[in-house]
């Protein structure tokens, strides 16, 4: 038995003070008065006890592989490496966002060809057999050109190696890039083989005529991954009636809708609404769409994600607090509880609960910024740190 002690414990409804949270093996015991019975005390010197942060998008593990255009790493020691900081940013369980495109208008990445993405899976799939730090997910996003990804999808959801999917549409004049100008712009810094060949006006008449996934087809990917207790999401929502279009398929999470407007009509609709931490962290969309920061305090956005930067979200979260006066206990669910609950997952992760996982992180603040100084995974200490004064 494991007591941690002196800490603010943040449960999904408020902060407790003056109790002991006991961990028993790899589970939450509960609460208690005083330290009796355990067989290892941790001081948490007053600092805050917030439970394992879960973060359903992120593709920040394709650059620990490909950490430039012409440069690949090993999987497994990129995954390694990658675990390892995502641990110091306090994130427990972490949905890693691979994407299968049909084309590089984005940039070459070699983890986006179905060998690649089929190779990760298997990975994340046998590194939970072995020495492990965090709970790794795939979350295996679906670009609807893309017409190989049905059967590469189906695949990988019979096979057990799929978490969370995603359908997502980066035609120009819509969703994310409604704007022509700012696709213009953002195509052009990734210098994607495409743009340079065809030339821009040639890339926008080639997405007016592309063949893409049929609403048959993506329907029974959704139906799939439903039998299969998995969440399907959809990307950059802009409209009501793609929402509604959405909601026939069986999606049931609306990540980064692009208008406030958007999320609150997901919100109606019953979607859970995913925002970024560095669109919080920034003060804005780096793609010019909505503001993560007011989608929360307009109450439209349920779930807070890394996107790109890990790091930026448990800031973002205590810069909601502090910045915006947003209830702390309310912010942390954005993080835990409310991705735990979008996902099925909230039986065993999200809260401090008893009889849940002891997923757990210890957080000072230190100069105005929340530092992890301990985190616990299935009730073991993965790391520790202290500060130098």
Same mark, same amino acid.
């Given at each position: 038995?494991?007591?941690?002690?002196?800490? @603010?414990?943040?449960?999904?409804?408020?902060?407790?003070?003056? @109790?002991?949270?006991?961990?028993?093996?790899? !589970?939450?015991? /509960?609460? &208690?008065?005083?330290?009796?019975?355990?067989?290892?005390?941790?001081?948490?010197? /007053?600092?805050?006890?917030?439970? +394992?942060?879960?973060?359903?998008?992120?593709?920040?593990?394709?650059?620990?592989?490909?950490?430039?255009?012409?440069?690949? %790493?090993? #999987?497994? #020691?990129?995954?390694?490496?990658?675990? !390892?900081? *995502?641990?110091? =940013?306090?994130?427990?369980?972490?949905?890693?966002?691979?994407?299968?495109?049909?084309?590089?208008?984005?940039?070459?990445?070699?983890?986006?060809?179905?060998?690649?993405?089929?190779?990760?899976?298997?990975?994340?799939?046998?590194?939970?057999?072995?020495?492990?730090?965090?709970?790794?997910?795939?979350?295996?996003?679906?670009?609807?050109?893309?017409?190989?990804?049905?059967?590469?999808? !189906?695949?990988?959801?019979?096979?057990?190696?799929?978490? *969370?999917?995603?359908?997502?549409?980066?035609?120009?004049?819509?969703?994310?890039?409604?704007?022509?100008?700012?696709?213009?712009?953002?195509?052009?810094?990734? !210098?994607?083989?495409?743009?340079?060949?065809? /030339?821009?006006?040639?890339?926008?008449?080639?997405? @007016?005529?592309?063949?893409?996934?049929?609403?048959?087809?993506?329907?029974?990917?959704?139906?799939?991954?439903?039998?299969?207790?998995?969440?399907?999401?959809?990307?950059?929502?802009?409209?009501?009636?793609?929402?509604?279009?959405?909601?026939?398929? +069986?999606?049931?999470?609306?990540?980064?809708?692009?208008? *406030? &407007?958007?999320?609150?009509?997901?919100?109606?609709?019953?979607?859970?609404?995913?925002? +970024?931490?560095?669109?919080?962290?920034?003060?804005?969309?780096?793609?010019?769409? %909505?503001?993560?920061?007011?989608?929360?305090?307009?109450?439209?956005?349920?779930?807070?994600?890394?996107?790109? $930067?890990? =790091?930026?979200? *448990?800031?973002?979260?205590?810069?909601?607090?502090?910045? $915006?006066?947003?209830?702390?206990?309310?912010?942390?669910?954005?993080?835990?509880?409310?991705? &735990?609950?979008?996902?099925?997952?909230?039986?065993? $992760?999200?809260?401090?609960?008893?009889?849940?996982?002891?997923?757990?992180?210890?957080?000072?603040?230190?100069?105005?910024?929340?530092?992890?100084?301990?985190? #616990?995974?299935?009730?073991?200490?993965?790391?520790?740190?202290? $500060?130098?004064?």
């Amino acid at each position: 038995m494991i007591a941690i002690e002196n800490g @603010k414990i943040i449960t999904p409804e408020q902060i407790i003070e003056g @109790k002991v949270l006991l961990i028993d093996e790899d !589970r939450i015991r /509960g609460f &208690a008065d005083g330290t009796k019975d355990a067989e290892r005390i941790v001081d948490a010197h /007053g600092r805050y006890i917030m439970p +394992g942060m879960i973060d359903v998008h992120s593709d920040k593990i394709e650059q620990y592989i490909q950490p430039r255009p012409t440069s690949q %790493m090993d #999987f497994e #020691f990129a995954l390694k490496v990658c675990e !390892r900081d *995502l641990l110091s =940013a306090g994130i427990t369980t972490m949905y890693h966002s691979l994407s299968l495109f049909k084309d590089e208008t984005f940039g070459k990445c070699l983890l986006r060809s179905k060998h690649n993405v089929q190779k990760i899976a298997d990975l994340i799939e046998n590194i939970h057999r072995r020495s492990h730090l965090i709970h790794h997910r795939l979350h295996l996003r679906i670009e609807i050109d893309n017409l190989d990804a049905y059967e590469i999808v !189906r695949d990988m959801i019979c096979q057990g190696k799929v978490h *969370l999917i995603s359908f997502m549409d980066h035609t120009p004049g819509q969703g994310q890039y409604n704007s022509l100008a700012m696709y213009h712009e953002t195509i052009s810094k990734y !210098r994607g083989e495409e743009i340079s060949a065809l /030339g821009f006006e040639d890339i926008i008449e080639h997405h @007016k005529h592309k063949d893409t996934l049929s609403l048959a087809q993506l329907r029974e990917l959704a139906a799939l991954a439903s039998e299969k207790g998995i969440a399907v999401a959809s990307h950059d929502d802009d409209t009501d009636q793609k929402l509604i279009l959405n909601k026939e398929l +069986g999606v049931s999470i609306s990540e980064f809708p692009i208008s *406030l &407007a958007t999320a609150k009509a997901a919100k109606a609709h019953g979607f859970y609404t995913v925002v +970024g931490s560095a669109n919080i962290m920034r003060g804005s969309s780096h793609s010019g769409n %909505m503001s993560a920061a007011e989608a929360v305090l307009e109450d439209c956005g349920d779930i807070i994600c890394s996107d790109y $930067y890990p =790091a930026a979200v *448990l800031h973002s979260v205590f810069a909601m607090h502090v910045e $915006y006066g947003m209830p702390l206990p309310h912010m942390v669910n954005k993080v835990t509880l409310n991705p &735990a609950k979008a996902l099925g997952t909230d039986k065993d $992760y999200g809260s401090i609960t008893a009889g849940k996982k002891a997923d757990l992180l210890v957080v000072e603040l230190l100069d105005g910024y929340p530092v992890i100084t301990h985190v #616990f995974v299935n009730g073991n200490r993965t790391s520790r740190i202290e $500060y130098r004064r």
